[in-house]
């Protein structure tokens, strides 16, 4: 019976230990305060047009993927600079509040902290300028400060509104220890093949994909088409978020289109960085390319039912596949 009992006891403690662990993953991004506009539709160049409800949010898309991270399960460390002045401290009480370790966080006491201007029409489509400030001074003496926790992580997640030299250097960082980087191109630039070489999967939109591959993204044969070509310049697995249509899927040599959950969408806002977020938790913890997209498609089909960016991050629990 004692052998019993401690066999039992033995039993619960692993189980408990499993259920309590949780995939690190290290975010190195932006941090910025979205002001938004909504109005019915989006002006042409030239065209002022009155608006509707304004409202403002902590945002960014580097604080964005690390809180969707935090609240899908992931023990997150965000890697940012903020500005010595009040959008930088709230959005450092915001992300303590999401349990991310915000060591390193740094201050820039030159340069503002970052601001996006966002419009976002009826249909839930937006517009969105960003002035990156402080984010632009994220440097590699930055990133060397963080190299312990880079080394620890199980995942780099990262994304292109902080210098690209930065950007780089933290891929290098990261597969210098055999960490997995997943880079999110936004917003869209080109990017050298030596950078993508260290790149275990990108997350690109249409507009990105046609940057990176030439290729206009119209459907599903011009998606196989680009995510092909992109492939070409070394990275073996694609995945092209095509929005209401889903996600196209380049694992190594197999294709897949893989679709979204049908919602009515009211703000389109943040539901990218969802979704990176979100594939990035589902991979951390070993699952399949194609489940892990199956997941983020999952979680972002939640935020487009809601207004604001951060405010629209799902948890965990509400995420049914």
Known sequence: MIIAFIC???????????????????????????????????PVPGETILGGTFYMNPGGKGANQAIAAARLGAEVTFISKIGYDLFGLQALEIYRSEKINTEYIFTDQKSPSGVALISVDSFGENSIIVAPGAS????????????????????????????????????????????????NPAPASSLSNSFLMNVHTILPNRIEAEMLSGIKVMNIESAHRAAQAIGEKGIENVVITLGKDGAYVKEKDEYTMIPAKEVETIDTTGAGDVFCGAFSVCLSEGHSLAKSVKFANAAAAIAVTRIGAQSAIPYKREVVL
């Open 136 to 183: 632009r001074s994220l440097s590699i003496e930055d990133i060397n400060k963080a190299e312990e926790k880079i080394k620890e992580a199980d995942i780099i997640l990262m994304q292109l509104e902080i210098p690209i030299d930065t950007v780089e250097y933290a891929a290098t960082i990261a597969c210098k220890y055999g960490k997995k980087v997943i880079l």
């Open 8 to 42: 039992i006891v033995l039993i619960f403690n692993t189980m408990e230990t499993i259920s309590i662990h949780r995939p690190k993953i290290v975010v190195i991004g932006s941090c910025n305060t979205d002001m938004v506009v909504k109005a019915n539709r989006l």
